[in-house]
């Protein structure tokens, strides 16, 4: 099972960013796919995930502002992430639990900055 994380960067407050996820080496129909975060000195922590019937949950923290969805057809997961705020800057995991395992793509920095 392979994961590669993309869109990462740097973005104003208020700003937008999508970060897109490519899935391979698993059924994608069948994997609950989410994305992460963390900061240094912190624990990562779940930001949204998506389940096999496209059912979505989010931390409170980003609910009404981040949406995460998926491409059955580019094996993609996406997190479209608005009105950013300098608290959201993490380095940021796409994951996959796939038949009991978890699975993690190489981290991309997301920095909300001024």
């Known amino acids: 099972v392979q994961l590669q994380a993309s869109g990462g960067g740097l973005v104003q407050p208020g700003g937008s960013m999508r970060l897109s996820c490519k899935a391979s080496?698993?059924?994608?129909?069948?994997?609950?796919l989410g994305w992460y975060r963390q900061v240094p000195g912190n624990e990562r922590e779940v930001v949204a995930q998506?389940?096999?019937?496209?059912?979505?949950n989010y931390t409170d923290s980003v609910k009404g502002r981040f949406t995460v969805s998926r491409d059955w057809r580019r094996n993609t997961v996406y997190l479209q992430m608005n009105a950013l705020k300098p608290e959201d800057t993490a380095l940021y995991y796409c994951?996959?639990?796939?038949?009991?395992?978890?699975?993690w793509g190489k981290g991309t920095q997301v920095t909300v900055s001024s």
């Open positions: 080496g698993l059924n994608f129909k069948i994997s609950v």
């Open positions: 998506i389940s096999s019937a496209g059912v979505a």
């Open positions: 994951n996959t639990h796939y038949y009991g395992m978890d699975f």
